[in-house]
């Protein structure tokens, strides 16, 4: 763009992983200017003030660029002059910027793709923490925290990812999130983000404008905005769209078994009762382009969302692989129900996913929405450089 940009950093994870918290700790160092551009980086270092009265303007990546870059440390990118390539609210293209979403001044970025005919946008619910012992099951801690670092209590940061797929005729919601209407007390444990309907906003959707919503399982951090409480009452969250479970899994969440307390009925049962949700049984299309594919595993009857365009194809494989940490086979979570068949379940995909070249969607990940897996030298997964 014949832009002249010098570069500094700040400490803070490109992805899902920016929290407001992290926004209002930078609101003072940028004070009321606007961010110039930001991009994945090196190591953290600490947010030098230098050149910052010079930022004006957002300035984001656009095409392909966008989704390539992941993860790293958020790097501002400013300019010494004010750049005419640098307007406000827009995407639009420097240097040194990747993907990322930054919360800034009630601003929200959010990566996006196109697939084929379809557009994808990465949303998010927000960040929660689980235990990293219940993430990684019997994989000793020296190994798994190496790639996702625990704190003090062992938690480690996950992102409640959504994705929505425009593919032309319909708008699909894929999973979402944790919603608003946790109890007091799991809100001490895992707080509530709740930053799902304020992303699709900045993404250019209202409720009304959502007409499939797909849930891969039923567990709280999957469904939680299906409904919200207005009143004494509960009401659909986006009231002209379909719903879609597996019938199992929604029987299964009333069975009272062990992964009981991850249920609240509230997301699903009013909406099976008006029926708006569709119980499926099985792998089924839900409309064009969008399947559904059973992965048992996590729960027994959790399902895959399969978007396909172009003869291209993404695979939001939710929590059979929750996160990039986990491509491993043996690397499974404590949470899950059936271990054994969750390993099945990832060979079954990846024989697929990888020599067809898929674009895996991550469910947990706080700073990858979504990668492409490959099998590198050694025979191991990985997620393509
Ligand atoms: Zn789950």
Redesign the pocket.
């Known amino acids: 763009m014949g832009c002249d940009w010098s570069r500094v950093s700040l400490t803070g994870h490109v992805g899902t992983g920016v929290s407001p918290v992290q926004a209002s700790q930078l609101a003072p160092v940028l004070g009321g200017t606007k961010v110039a551009a930001l991009c994945a980086a090196g190591q953290p270092r600490r947010l030098s003030p230098r050149g910052l009265w010079n930022l004006h303007g957002i300035v984001i990546p656009t095409g392909a660029e966008r989704s390539e870059r992941r993860g790293g440390t958020l790097c501002l990118a400013v300019p010494e002059q004010p750049p005419s390539c640098a307007r406000p609210g827009r995407w639009d293209t420097c240097p040194y910027v990747g993907g990322g979403r930054l919360l800034i001044e009630g601003t929200i970025f959010m990566q996006r793709i196109n697939l084929g005919d379809f557009e994808l946008t990465a949303v998010s619910d927000g960040i929660y923490h689980l235990d990293g012992g219940g993430m990684f099951g019997v994989v000793p801690k020296s190994l798994w925290e190496r790639k996702l670092p625990a704190d003090a209590r062992n938690l480690v940061p996950l992102g409640l990812n959504s994705v929505l797929v425009r593919t032309g005729s319909h708008t699909v919601l894929i999973e979402t999130g944790v919603g608003n209407k946790l109890s007091e007390k799991m809100v001490k444990i895992y707080g509530q983000p709740a930053h799902l309907l304020q992303e699709l906003n900045a993404a250019g959707i209202a409720p009304d404008d959502v007409d499939i919503v797909i849930n891969t ?1 039923l ?1 709280f ?2 469904c939680g905005w299906n409904t919200v409480r207005q009143g004494d009452k509960i009401a659909a969250t986006f009231p002209k769209a379909k719903y879609y479970v597996q019938e199992g899994e929604w029987k299964h969440a009333h069975e009272h078994q062990r992964d009981a307390v ?1 249920y609240i009925t509230e997301n699903y049962d009013p909406l099976v009762q008006s029926g708006q949700m569709t119980l499926l049984r099985g792998d089924a299309e839900i409309v064009p382009g969008i399947s559904v594919r059973v992965y048992p595993g ?1 729960t027994r009857n959790m399902q895959a969302v399969l978007v396909q365009s172009g003869g291209q194809t993404a695979c939001y494989i939710s ?1 059979l692989i929750p996160t990039s940490a986990h491509l491993d086979l043996n690397w499974v979570m404590s ?1 899950d129900l059936y271990p054994i068949e969750t390993i099945e379940s990832r060979k079954r995909y990846y024989a697929q996913a990888v020599p067809e070249k898929w674009l895996t969607i991550f469910t947990h990940d706080a700073s990858v929405p979504w990668a492409h897996v490959v099998e590198d030298d050694r025979g191991k997964m990985a997620v393509r450089a």
Do not use: F, I, P, V
């Open positions: 399982h567990h951090d999957h991850s996590h929590d949470y």
